[in-house]
Structure formats: structure tokens, C-alpha cells
């Protein structure tokens, strides 16, 4: 049984305490969004979210384009399909990437936004 940890405040604001409360986020919730939140975290993966929002692209044109081997594309690739951030399509030999969906665009956006005012 885990005890419940009190700060030494004098005023407990009960009504407010119960209202968030009811609004509090699942642990599987707040998991899947830190590690939505910690698939941004990387400067290669917000380069290639940052190209994939302007068009869709291969894995040699990114990794021309980023200056990397297409081993470290696809390494930072993976990782990014594992979060759901980024599709991809085969079109023969080629594999082409795309961001997931319009919130994956949105979020970043956001951020960008949110960084530039």
C-alpha cells in the first residue's frame, strides 16, 4: 500500500483538488504521450519531420539531403514509425515517407509556432 505524500501547506483547496481530478489522464494515456513528446526530442528526427511536412520523400533523398548515410536515416525512420509520426509507401524498389496525418503537421507547426513568437 503506498502512502500518500502531504506537503506541509495549511490550505488544501478540496474543491479545485476534485476537479482535476476527474480530469486526470490514464497512466497508459500520460505513457503514450511522453513518448509521443520524446520522439521530437532528437535534432534528426525533427529534420526529417521538418522535410516530410514540405513533401514526401525516399530514404536517399533524406539522407542526401541531411547530409547522413541512409543507415542513420532509417535508424531515426524506424523510431519515428514506431510513434506513428511518420507512413511510408512502396513504389517498386523505392520506399517513400510520409508524415502519419494532418496532427503530426499540426504539432510540429505548433511548436514552431509556439518557439517564433
Not at 506541509?8 to 509521443?36: F, M, P, R
Amino acid at each position: 500500500m503506498s502512502k500518500r505524500i502531504a506537503c506541509d501547506c495549511e490550505v488544501i483547496h478540496s474543491e479545485t483538488v476534485a476537479k482535476v481530478q476527474k480530469e486526470l489522464l490514464s497512466d497508459d494515456l500520460v505513457y503514450g504521450l511522453a513518448n509521443l513528446y520524446k520522439s521530437f526530442g532528437d535534432m534528426t528526427r525533427i529534420k526529417i519531420l521538418h522535410a516530410l511536412s514540405v513533401s514526401e520523400m525516399c530514404v536517399c533523398d533524406l539522407a542526401y539531403l541531411l547530409n547522413m548515410t541512409k543507415s542513420a536515416i532509417s535508424h531515426q525512420l524506424k523510431k519515428l514509425r514506431d510513434a506513428n509520426l511518420v507512413r511510408f509507401r512502396r513504389e517498386g524498389k523505392v520506399v517513400y515517407y510520409s508524415l502519419s496525418d494532418s496532427h503530426v503537421k499540426t504539432i510540429f507547426a505548433t511548436g514552431l509556432e509556439h518557439l517564433t513568437e
